[in-house]
Nanobody, 117 residues
Framework: QVQLVESGGGLVQPGGSLRLSCAASGSIFSMNVMGWYRQAPGKQRDLVATITRGGITNYADSVKGRFTISRDNTKSTVYLQMNSLKPEDTAVYFC???????????WGQGTQVTVSS
């Protein structure tokens, strides 16, 4: 089993920044992909960004140039630096770890990000 614990959400004004962190623990397969997804009220959960163990990244078009995903493999931790935040970025952000052996996804509990003046 894998456990994911997120931190760093909160309330921020438009144009502000936040940094999310997600620490993984448990039986972590080395060849995994970690990422962030978000879900706004009444909407489906959507991809924000992913990163492979080797550092290959993928971003949703809506966050390109504003968000940066990174990871520290020694700490099994993934980060999401969010800059130039907009009200439409308001959502619950979920950490994800994809185990490629079994094509299985682990999820964190979610952290609320609210962008409002």
């Amino acid at each position: 089993q894998v456990q994911l614990v997120e931190s760093g959400g909160g309330l921020v004004q438009p144009g502000g920044s936040l940094r999310l962190s997600c620490a993984a623990s448990g039986s972590i397969f080395s060849m995994n992909v970690m990422g962030w997804y978000r879900q706004a009220p009444g909407k489906q959960r959507d991809l924000v960004a992913t990163i492979t163990r080797g550092g290959i990244t993928n971003y949703a078009d809506s966050v390109k140039g504003r968000f940066t995903i990174s990871r520290d493999n020694t700490k099994s931790t993934v980060y999401l630096q969010m800059n130039s935040l907009k009200p439409e970025d308001t959502a619950v952000y979920f950490c994800n770890l994809h185990d490629s052996r079994y094509a299985y996804d682990y999820w964190g509990q979610g952290t609320q990000v609210t962008v409002s003046s």
